[in-house]
């Protein structure tokens, strides 16, 4: 939850709701079990730390969009530390200090996108809790604190909808805060120009890709799929492009038993589907599965082999034709 990569989409004010969670169940002290605010307090403690400790050993790392499940805990726990803790003397500026500091490490540590965030909220900080230790100038603190704890935050989402879309895996923040994590120059588990980044093109040349979505929506007639595809991945993109339906034959990543070779080939006798993205030779070199793309790959033409090549050169998917009667074949 704290590292470089996840960091920046969930853990601004973590620290800070967890040592509201603490310090307001000890100012509960021992009540009736059915006490209501101590009741509300465990519940979203519970949903926090559930997810907290989930999302963290998770084999292989989470999406980071996952953690967007943590956001109600965490405003709700934040929420109710303004108001239970304020009357406290000591316990803003605690807070202030935690959150602050926190924040500008996040900030600091993403270099590439405004470096001078970091050290305004750093020193903003300092300004704050200094000043709600002094009567005097607590309210004008109070308003400084606020703008230093939620800048990090604030900054991350009002830029999140100008970024690129990442579809299968939303990101907050600047697009410079992933572009070189974990998984590749593409962030966490991908390249920027792997099979199903942009809306426009998965892969390759974005012009011969949409020339191929134009070859297939002239052609798809009556089938219920425009075309099928090795996995949701690939699916997708063509579905919000054309807005038309697309198979995923091995379902989010193409390795779901999802399709039998008897389903499919009745699907293409009965005209449902015609057109088929498959890797080229019986063992394609990703999730797909073997026997359908071995039964597409020998038994259906390719179409126009130079046409579309440009669509997919990193992934090398081929487009295939199995017109009505291959389906019996």
Not at 5 to 14: A, D, H, K
Not at 16 to 24: D, G, N
Not at 164 to 185: D, E, H, Q, V, Y
Request: hydrophobic share 50%; with cysteine.
């Amino acid at each position: 939850m704290f590292n470089e990569f996840i960091g920046t989409q969930i853990s601004w004010l973590l620290p800070l709701a967890v040592l509201v969670l603490v310090a307001a169940l000890i100012l509960r002290g021992v009540r009736p079990r059915t006490d209501f605010p101590r009741a509300v307090l465990i519940l979203w403690g519970c949903w926090l730390l559930t997810h907290v400790a989930v999302l963290s050993s998770t084999s292989g790392g989470p999406h980071p969009y996952y953690t967007a499940s943590m956001a109600p805990a965490l405003a709700a726990l934040v929420g109710i530390g303004c108001v239970t803790l304020f009357p406290l003397r000591w316990a803003l500026p605690v807070m202030v200090a935690v959150s602050g500091l926190w924040g500008s490490i996040l900030l600091i540590r993403t270099s590439t996108f405004l470096p001078w965030l970091g050290w305004i909220v750093l020193a903003g900080t300092v300004a704050a809790v200094v000043g709600l230790l002094l009567p005097r100038w607590k309210p004008v603190a109070a308003i400084v604190a606020a703008i230093v704890v939620l800048a990090g935050p604030a900054v991350f989402s009002v830029i999140t909808p100008f970024q690129r879309i990442i579809f299968t895996n939303p990101l907050a923040g600047p697009a410079s805060t992933w572009m070189g994590g974990p998984g590749g120059k593409g962030g966490f588990g991908g390249d920027p120009n792997g099979p199903f980044q942009d809306l426009s093109s998965p892969t390759g040349d974005p012009a011969s890709y949409r020339k191929m979505l134009d070859y297939l929506q002239a052609r798809q007639g009556s089938a219920t799929w425009l075309v099928a595809v090795p996995s949701s991945q690939y699916a997708a993109p063509i579905i919000l492009r054309t807005g038309r339906s697309a198979m995923a034959m091995g379902g989010f990543i193409g390795s779901d038993p999802t399709l039998t070779l008897s389903q499919l080939r009745k699907y293409v006798r009965q005209g449902q589907v015609r057109y088929f993205l498959v890797y080229p030779g019986q063992v394609p070199p990703r999730f797909a599965d073997p026997v359908l793309a071995g039964w597409v790959t020998a038994h259906c033409p390719v179409v126009k082999p130079a046409a579309f090549a440009a669509a997919f050169t990193q992934d090398a998917l081929v487009l295939h034709d199995c017109g009505p009667a291959k389906g019996s074949s």
